[in-house]
């Protein structure tokens, strides 16, 4: 079955402490995402990458950082410096056409703060 | 930041009516305006998508039209279902570029039966 994996499905973070999530896609998407949500603000973008070894910030990065070492790959971590961590997070891979641009997203991952 | 404005952030029909879901776009240089559906807990997924060469599209009872001049399109959901009941997301983006995709800020529908 081709698509976009997420791990875990729920996570618990303590104060301080950094974790990671992960994402992995088989669809051989050479871009891959990361959006953050919260209930009424929509999907908002905290890192992309087009292509392995490169990423570029988007929207939120702050308190976040990622890595692209394969193209199937594309780990999030969420640092302490991020303050208001609980949220849903959404990996997502596209498929970029001459025509459209189509996003498959992973099941996400519900990260709370206790 | 580009922005994809949404409306109305919820909404409730019976079955059988006609939810309608609005979006308005700055930025002239997109060109692809797709909708994604999320369920409860899961990952959003595409739903319809129209290019601005036409001033609609229909896939069964879903139908986006699009307004380029008032840079705004909308979804339409006729014989609304209890089933339909979902959060709903319009985007906007530039192909070929592989640009992002910019997400407006979500539809909660709910269909009562």
């Known amino acids: 079955d081709g698509g976009i994996t997420q791990s875990p499905k729920y996570l618990f973070r303590k104060e301080g402490q950094n974790v990671t999530l992960s994402c992995e896609q088989n669809l051989n998407h050479d871009a891959m995402y990361w959006y953050r949500q919260d209930p009424g603000q929509g999907l908002r973008l905290i890192y992309y990458?087009?292509?392995?070894?490169?990423?570029q910030k988007g929207d939120i990065a702050e308190g976040y950082s990622v890595s692209r070492e394969k193209k199937e790959s594309f780990p999030l971590t969420v640092t302490s410096a991020q303050k208001n961590p609980t949220a849903f997070y959404l990996c997502a891979s596209m498929r970029q056409g001459a025509s459209a641009t189509e996003a498959f997203f992973g099941q996400g991952t519900r990260l709370t703060v206790v | 930041q580009q922005q994809v404005k949404q409306s109305p952030q919820s909404l409730i029909v019976q079955k059988g009516g006609i939810s309608i879901i609005n979006c308005a776009y700055e930025?002239?240089?997109?060109?692809?305006f797709p909708w994604y559906q999320q369920f409860p807990g899961k990952g959003p997924a595409l739903l319809i998508a129209i290019r601005p060469d036409v001033s609609e599209k229909k896939e069964g009872r879903f139908t986006i039209s699009f307004n380029k001049s008032a840079k705004q399109f909308s979804l339409h959901i006729m014989d609304s279902q209890p089933g339909d009941s979902a959060t709903y997301f319009c985007?906007?983006?530039?192909?070929?570029?592989?640009?992002?995709?910019?997400f407006g800020e979500g539809t909660q529908l709910t269909v009562n039966p």
């Open positions: 990458s087009q292509i392995v070894n490169d990423f």
């Open positions: 930025n002239t240089a997109f060109d692809y």
């Open positions: 985007a906007a983006s530039k192909v070929p570029s592989g640009s992002r995709l910019t």
